[in-house]
C-alpha cells in the first residue's frame, strides 16, 4: 500500500443544453457546483483541474481563482475530450475524475476508490460498478490509460466513451450496493433540481 495520489480533474466542458445553464456555475446555498466538486476532491488528489470549453473561459475566471484551467481540444466526442486534454497537458498524471453535475460528496467512495489506487498492483483504472454496471464517474483514469485512448480514438468505429474506455481497461472494480446509488447521482435538467427538492 502507498500513499499516491492521483490529479483531480472536473469535468465542466458541457453544453448543459437540457439544463439550460451552465451546469459547473450553478450556484445552490451561495456555493457553485464546480467549488463544491473541488472542495470533494481535494482531500483525496494532488491537486485538481478544472476542464471547459475555450468559450468558457472568461465566465469561469470572474468567479474561480487558485484553480488551474485545462481547455478542451477535441470536439464531439463528449466528456473523454475533457479527460484527454488534461491528459495531454499533463501526460505522466493519472486522474480521479469526477463530472460537475454530480453532487454526492459521499467520502466512502473516493477512499475506496484511492485504497485500490494506492494497492501494491497497479491497474490501468479503478472504478465502481452497480448492479453489474459501470459508473464513468467518480472513476481513476491512470496516464497507462490514456495513453491507449489518444492512439486509437482516431480509428474507424472506435468508441472513446468513459464507459466504453473503462470496460476495455480491464481495470479493478469494486461493487456499490443500491444503499450507495445516490453516489452516482447527477443532475442535467431543472426538473431534476425539482425532484430533488432544489431549484437554479
Given at each position: 500500500?502507498?500513499?499516491?495520489?492521483?490529479?483531480?480533474?472536473?469535468?465542466?466542458?458541457?453544453?448543459?443544453?437540457?439544463?439550460?445553464?451552465?451546469?459547473?456555475?450553478?450556484?445552490?446555498?451561495?456555493?457553485?457546483?464546480?467549488?463544491?466538486?473541488?472542495?470533494?476532491?481535494?482531500?483525496?488528489?494532488?491537486?485538481?483541474?478544472?476542464?471547459?470549453?475555450?468559450?468558457?473561459?472568461?465566465?469561469?475566471?470572474?468567479?474561480?481563482?487558485?484553480?488551474?484551467?485545462?481547455?478542451?481540444?477535441?470536439?464531439?466526442?463528449?466528456?473523454?475530450?475533457?479527460?484527454?486534454?488534461?491528459?495531454?497537458?499533463?501526460?505522466?498524471?493519472?486522474?480521479?475524475?469526477?463530472?460537475?453535475?454530480?453532487?454526492?460528496?459521499?467520502?466512502?467512495?473516493?477512499?475506496?476508490?484511492?485504497?485500490?489506487?494506492?494497492?501494491?498492483?497497479?491497474?490501468?483504472?479503478?472504478?465502481?460498478?452497480?448492479?453489474?454496471?459501470?459508473?464513468?464517474?467518480?472513476?481513476?483514469?491512470?496516464?497507462?490509460?490514456?495513453?491507449?485512448?489518444?492512439?486509437?480514438?482516431?480509428?474507424?468505429?472506435?468508441?472513446?466513451?468513459?464507459?466504453?474506455?473503462?470496460?476495455?481497461?480491464n481495470g479493478t472494480a469494486f461493487e456499490v450496493g443500491s444503499d450507495r446509488s445516490s453516489i452516482f447521482l447527477?443532475?442535467?435538467?431543472?426538473?431534476?433540481?425539482?425532484?430533488?427538492?432544489?431549484?437554479?
Amino acid at each position: 500500500m502507498t500513499n499516491r495520489k492521483p490529479k483531480g480533474l472536473v469535468l465542466c466542458g458541457g453544453n448543459s443544453r437540457r439544463m439550460g445553464n451552465d451546469k459547473g456555475l450553478l450556484s445552490i446555498g451561495g456555493k457553485l457546483w464546480v467549488e463544491e466538486r473541488i472542495r470533494t476532491l481535494s482531500p483525496f488528489t494532488e491537486g485538481c483541474l478544472i476542464s471547459i470549453r475555450e468559450e468558457q473561459k472568461s465566465d469561469y475566471i470572474k468567479v474561480i481563482s487558485n484553480i488551474e484551467f485545462v481547455e478542451d481540444r477535441f470536439e464531439n466526442i463528449g466528456p473523454i475530450s475533457g479527460i484527454l486534454s488534461a491528459h495531454d497537458r499533463y501526460p505522466d498524471e493519472d486522474f480521479l475524475v469526477l463530472a460537475c453535475d454530480m453532487p454526492s460528496s459521499d467520502p466512502w467512495v473516493f477512499s475506496e476508490l484511492l485504497k485500490m489506487y494506492g494497492a501494491a498492483f497497479r491497474a490501468k483504472s479503478y472504478f465502481c460498478v452497480t448492479e453489474g454496471n459501470i459508473e464513468p464517474f467518480p472513476a481513476i483514469y491512470t496516464s497507462e490509460l490514456l495513453n491507449e485512448v489518444a492512439r486509437k480514438m482516431n480509428d474507424p468505429g472506435f468508441d472513446s466513451s468513459p464507459k466504453k474506455t473503462l470496460e476495455r481497461s480491464n481495470g479493478t472494480a469494486f461493487e456499490v450496493g443500491s444503499d450507495r446509488s445516490s453516489i452516482f447521482l447527477n443532475y442535467n435538467t431543472p426538473a431534476d433540481l425539482s425532484e430533488a427538492g432544489t431549484s437554479k
